[in-house]
């Protein structure tokens, strides 16, 4: 008979989302916002059902990527850029990651025990190795959470909720948080969340040019415009048989033309790209394989809320209204986008819908010309304004947004001067801790938590609260979410906060954005997934031919 306390705890670890399956407790707080249902018995086939066969997997090969920016650096505990993830992915594990629903499953874990609301046990796969030999055990794993704790501010912050991590073996690793935390599965899921070796640290210094992980590859060489990744033998022990390529080689191609030519020319495999035009380009290509999936983030602009003119929250609502975000997505993108509020449709029942959005219309379908006007002359700023948009042509999208976005607040008496920049520069720009700018525009990635789109970005005491946002409301909601249990009540929660975020408007969302590839049609495999870095199966790729 269960005792009284084991069944409170059960009902606990129900309320929260996490469900047992088997020895393993998975992550049932999808980014759909439902439960794990557990699989239905599977009927027998009938025999009139024809059967469907899949090409036999081919190992070997060289993956050959065509990508539009170089990594800065792949220390996964120094670096917040997308382009460094994405290599950096294939280099490193950690001890969950996403699955195709956003749920956290096992990688560097075989499973993991929550037997109460501020403790998780994680068993680690057994016979995982670095790329320098040696095997990893959960020591491992407590200095790499500890280092990200110190070396980086944003990640310092994602870490203030552990306790203590315990090792009692080399095979568990015991994390006590200081209260419950709803998002911390998803946390350490992330794809910057990696383990590793103490000892290669501290020979280099930091891993920025000498990538030693447990991931999928190793890398063979670094230089500017080229990197080339060769197979981890080892990785057999994290997931068997993989990876089937025996090389990835990134080529940093930077004109988005350029490399759609080198991919038509049979020089690269396939080739992430940057705008619709080109998008568009690739799909008319009969030869190719071209792929537009939809993504949890978002294209948006970043107002600084700790200088004038940004200070005032009318200012910064009136350039919320006095644009028009449909009329972006027109003639920036080509159409493809929608309009969103701060968690994208994708979200699934997080999302709200744009009639309940503060301020919907005005914005967004019609531009408030007179009511932007009105908040400006309330703001002192009867005569106009005029600031500056950071963009990074890196993001080839993002130059023609504040284009627009010039043009339309001409009409509401304010100047946007654009500053186009080296993407490397504007993410220091960016920093909560140097925070040189006035508006930026750039995209933040997609995660699985409601977390990362609310404390994480706006919460006072958060390092990634970039544009400087102090609101006690905003606070006060972005606490209850993560400490809340209950599914039911942490949408109400999140449903308030984005009404709040949006009318004091530290961030203006224009658009979500789609991870947007093409490549050759033997090609096989490749599964893009909603949250960053969205190629994070690439060691599941093969080449057909």
Same mark, same amino acid.
Request: hydrophobic share 35%.
């Given at each position: ?92 594990? #950690?001890?969950? #990651? ?258 309940? !959005? ?66 490397? !520069? ?6 909560? *801790? ?14 699985? *938590? ?24 905003? *606070? ?70």
């Amino acid at each position: 008979m269960e005792s009284p306390k084991s069944k409170g705890r059960r009902d606990f670890l129900k309320k929260i989302g996490y469900v047992a399956t088997g020895a393993v407790i998975l992550g049932a707080a999808s980014y759909l916002g439902s439960q794990i249902a557990a699989p239905p018995k599977p009927e027998e086939p009938k025999t009139t059902t024809p059967v469907v066969t899949t090409p036999k997997i081919k190992y070997g090969g060289i993956f050959r990527i065509g990508q539009f920016d170089r990594p800065k650096g792949l220390d996964p505990g120094l670096e917040i850029a997308g382009v460094s993830e994405e290599v950096f992915e294939n280099i490193y594990s #950690r001890l969950a #990651r996403y699955n195709m629903q956003s749920v956290p499953e096992p990688e560097l874990a075989k499973s993991w025990d929550i037997p109460n609301a501020k403790t998780y046990i994680f068993h680690l796969k057994e016979g995982v190795r670095f790329h320098n030999g040696r095997k990893m055990i959960a020591e491992d794993v407590k200095y790499s959470f500890e280092r990200m704790s110190k070396v980086h501010p944003w990640y310092k912050g994602w870490f203030t909720i552990i306790e203590k991590i315990e090792t009692p073996d080399d095979l568990t690793v015991r994390i006590i948080l200081k209260t419950p935390a709803a998002h911390f599965m998803s946390m350490i899921a992330d794809g910057k969340c990696c383990i590793v070796p103490k000892e290669s640290v501290e020979k280099y210094g930091n891993l920025q040019t000498k990538g030693d992980g447990t991931g999928a590859f190793k890398l063979d060489r670094l230089e500017p415009d080229f990197i080339k990744l060769t197979k981890n033998e080892y990785y057999g022990a994290i997931y068997p048989g993989q990876p089937y390529v025996d090389e990835m080689h990134w080529i940093i191609i930077p004109d988005e033309s350029a490399r759609i030519a080198a991919l038509k020319a049979g020089q690269v495999d396939f080739i992430n790209l940057q705008t619709d035009e080109g998008h568009q380009t690739a799909k008319q290509d009969p030869n190719l394989k071209t792929i537009s999936a939809p993504q949890l983030g978002r294209d948006v602009l970043v107002l600084n809320c700790t200088k004038p003119p940004f200070d005032k929250p009318e200012v910064r609502q009136a350039i919320s209204i006095g644009i028009n975000r449909q009329e972006i997505i027109e003639k920036a993108r080509g159409g493809m986008g929608e309009l969103t509020g701060p968690f994208v449709k994708v979200f699934g029942n997080w999302s709200l819908p744009l009639e309940q !959005l503060p301020f919907y219309p005005l914005g967004y379908t019609r531009q408030g010309v007179e009511e932007a006007k009105n908040l400006l002359e309330k703001a002192g700023y009867s005569k106009g304004l005029s600031f500056e948009i950071q963009a990074s042509p890196a993001y080839a999208r993002h130059i023609p947004i504040a284009e627009v976005i010039r043009e339309q607040l001409k009409k509401i008496n304010v100047e946007a001067k654009i500053l186009s920049i080296e993407w490397g !520069l504007l993410l220091q720009n960016w920093r909560s *801790d140097v925070r040189n700018f006035q508006m930026l525009c750039m995209p933040y990635a997609g995660r699985g *938590d409601p977390y990362f789109y609310t404390y994480d970005r706006f919460h006072s005491a958060s390092a990634g609260n970039a544009s400087g946002i102090s609101d006690k409301e905003i *606070d006060k909601l972005s606490e209850d979410g993560i400490a809340t249990a209950d599914l039911a009540e942490r949408k109400k929660i999140y449903d308030t906060l984005q009404k709040r975020i949006l009318e004091t408007v530290p961030m203006i969302y224009i658009s979500p954005y789609y991870r947007l590839v093409s490549m050759q049609k033997y090609v096989e495999n490749y599964r893009p997934i909603p949250v960053a870095p969205t190629n994070r199966y690439l060691a599941e790729v093969w080449l057909n031919k």
